[in-house]
């Protein structure tokens, strides 16, 4: 009897153990593949001690809730409780699901040879059928960790620059056809997000220009394991952020200044780091640009109301109106906003609004992990930090700035955020200032209209260099 109650006891202090050390599932290949390994042996060990197939559930029910109860105090929508709404059950799937794969099924796995083991040297053995179904198991964990071991990589530039790195737990791109070309520094759009890959599929050919630097934002791809603590997850430390990248990129490169490109929600940090810093940038490029994110958000707001009543949706205008208008404060009241975009400002031949995301799947700069975190920190982020700008407004805290400043905005981009722009650059003061539209694009004109937006980089180069 001691010995089975050992047997239980292992996976429960693994859970107890994975809790403290990936609260939030493996993050890194080696955390991956340790948990793989060490799952398996705890499931073996709790199979082999206990002589039941009984251990095949409860070790990971045991280890689930260990994990579970450690890491009570860690937010977000991966850890908190599930949520059934279409980002929820996102988040229960990159979340707990690959956690799962990670550590349940070769603990479930384990424990079934484990037991079998006890029941062969007991006499008894397994059916051919129950042996076929834990090899295929078996053989489902080993491609799962040979997948997961897939180092992200970056193709060579023969005589130009290709690497990939971590810069204080951010992780960034670097491709530049020629070393002594200028550097653009380009930051994802999303809270916890990665454009890696849109960059890679729509701008390559920027790397003729620049050395173009795309950094998944804190929290989120390749910088996942910097989400925590998610307290310190402010505008301030974006910007903080910001400029520590930069400084990185002007020793890395041996230059006084840079260009600094903001797209979307990386816009708003962006400009605050060049009002703070404005002798480390040749000029700043916002896509997309963010302004005061509550006004823009309650415009969107009353225009996607009017558009379900007219269109007959009557689930998402009473969800809407039971909601009020913004701001909010989870990821889960925004949800209806953010899913019904697409539809309710929809034009010809525009491209989905989860390209920035879908894209990194077609990469290699990411490891697997990275693209599954691409989502969990977008999750994980966007409810924790969005709340946190709610309050800024540029039209009052950036009234000038002390650099050539440019704009690139999509002629069918949501009114409201379009309106907030036109009136904060009427106003904002630059020694040159320029808003270009883009008249067949929206919100993703850099990556809906490439040509022509690489064409306003290249002239912003000429003219500010």
């Known amino acids: 009897m001691a010995l089975r109650g050992a047997g239980l006891l292992i996976p429960l202090v693994w859970g107890l153990l994975a809790g403290w050390w990936t609260p939030r599932g493996p993050v890194t290949t080696t955390e991956a593949l340790a948990s793989i390994a060490i799952s398996a042996a705890a499931g073996v060990l709790a199979g082999r001690l206990t002589r039941s197939r009984w251990a095949m559930l409860l070790a990971p029910v045991l280890f689930s809730a260990a994990v579970e109860i450690v890491r009570i105090g860690y937010v977000g929508p991966t850890v908190d409780h599930p949520h059934f709404s279409a980002l929820g059950v996102l988040a229960l799937l990159v979340g ?42 078996a053989a489902v964990v080993l491609l799962i960790a040979v997948a997961v071991a897939i180092p992200a990589r970056t193709p060579a530039i023969a005589g130009g620059v290709a690497e990939l790195t971590t810069v204080d737990g951010m992780g960034v791109l ?20 990665s454009d890696m890959g849109v960059v890679r599929k729509h701008l390559a050919a920027l790397e003729q220009h620049f050395i173009v630097a795309v950094v998944d934002r804190r929290g989120g791809g390749n910088s996942y394991g910097a989400l925590d603590p998610t307290a310190t997850l402010t505008l301030a430390d974006e910007v903080s952020n910001t400029l520590t990248m930069t400084d990185f990129l002007r020793a890395r490169f041996h230059r006084d200044k840079i260009y600094l490109l903001g797209h979307s929600g990386s816009s708003l940090p ?32 009353a225009d996607t109301v009017a558009w379900a009543r007219a269109n007959g949706k009557d689930a998402l205008v009473k969800q809407l109106t039971k909601l009020g208008p913004p701001p909010y404060d989870t990821i889960y009241d925004y949800e209806p906003l953010l899913l019904s975009e697409g539809s309710a400002f929809a ?11 879908t894209a990194n799947f077609s990469i290699d700069e990411h490891s697997l992990l990275d693209k599954v975190h691409v989502y969990s920190g977008f999750l994980d982020c966007y409810g924790l930090l969005y709340p946190r700008e709610r309050d800024v ?54 990556y809906e209209d490439p040509e022509r937006f690489v064409a306003v980089l290249v002239r912003v180069r000429e003219e500010t260099a």
């Open 270 to 301: 962006a400009v605050l780091a060049v009002q703070a810093h404005p002798e480390f940038y040749y000029a700043y490029v916002g896509a997309g640009q963010g302004v005061d994110l509550t006004a823009s958000d309650r415009s969107q707001y």
């Open 174 to 193: 670097i491709r530049g056809a020629r070393p002594e070309a200028p550097v653009l520094l380009f930051l994802a759009a999303s809270p916890g997000g």
């Open 96 to 137: 707990r699901g690959v956690h799962g794969l990670l550590a349940l099924l070769p603990m479930l796995v384990g424990a079934a040879y484990g037991a079998g083991w006890a029941r062969r040297r007991a006499g008894r053995s397994s059916g051919w059928f129950r042996r076929g179904v834990v090899g295929l198991l």
């Open 393 to 446: 407004d540029l039209r009052t805290r950036v009234t000038r700035l002390a650099v050539p400043v440019y704009f690139v905005e999509g002629a069918h981009d949501v009114p409201g955020r379009l309106s907030v722009m036109n009136e904060w650059f009427a106003a904002l003061q630059a020694p040159h200032k320029e808003l270009v539209t883009f008249p067949d694009a929206g919100h993703l004109s850099l």
């Open 347 to 357: 034009y010809p031949g525009g491209i989905a609004s989860g390209e920035g995301q």
